[in-house]
């Protein structure tokens, strides 16, 4: 841990930020104008993560907290400007491996490295608990019908859990997979 200069961004982290993400300085330097514009303290709270990720569309509180533990990388209860760029790299710069990688992250809830179908029951309820973003199914028993479907099919080697290769394959096969598990109300 570097000394922490509550002033700004120090010199040494601006430079390895332009190092690890695709943003150059100018970018960074309007992210963390606009971050610390809004967090004068530099840090964002839970609480307040809630409040944004409602304004980005985001209406489950239970998708609000695991995107925040997926943000809070040291899990010290806060978002800092460095985790708030690294994953704003990953959504705005990503190449779609990424960004499937980061899904792929979020949603395995027990992080053991593999997609275990009771997880994504658990991430399909959710999401049917949001209404309007249950466009492609008309019950419930249909929409868990439909991953037990892609499961399945998704299981190349018929172990129980899907690897980061086989939901990616399953991903950039079949584009509904994905927006059926997407929280967010439009896309
Ligand atoms: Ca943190
Ligand atoms: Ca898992
Ligand atoms: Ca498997």
Do not use: H
């Not at 190092?19 to 809004?38: P, S, V, W």
């Not at 209404?131 to 249909?142: G, L």
């Amino acid at each position: 841990m570097g000394q922490k200069n509550s002033k700004g961004l120090t010199k040494k982290e601006l430079d390895r930020l332009k190092k690890e993400t695709n943003f150059n300085q100018n970018e960074l330097l309007k992210i963390y104008k606009k971050f610390i514009a809004e967090n004068p303290n530099g840090m964002i709270k839970k609480q307040d993560f809630g409040k944004l990720t409602k304004q980005l569309g985001l209406r489950d509180e239970f998708f609000s907290e695991l995107l925040f533990n997926n943000f809070d990388d040291d899990n010290n209860g806060y978002i800092d400007f460095s985790e708030l760029c690294t994953v704003m790299n990953i959504i705005m710069k990503g190449s779609t491996d990424d960004k499937l990688e980061f899904i792929f992250k979020v949603y395995d809830l027990d992080g053991n490295g593999f997609l275990e179908k009771e997880e994504l029951y658990q991430i399909v309820e959710s999401i049917y608990k949001i209404a309007s973003n249950s466009k492609f199914f008309d019950t419930k028993e249909e929409m868990l019908n439909y991953v037990d479907q892609c499961f399945e099919e998704a299981d190349q080697d018929n172990d129980g859990k899907l690897s980061f290769d086989e939901f990616k394959t399953r991903a950039k096969n079949d584009p509904k997979f994905l927006t059926s598990l997407s929280p967010f109300q439009d896309n």
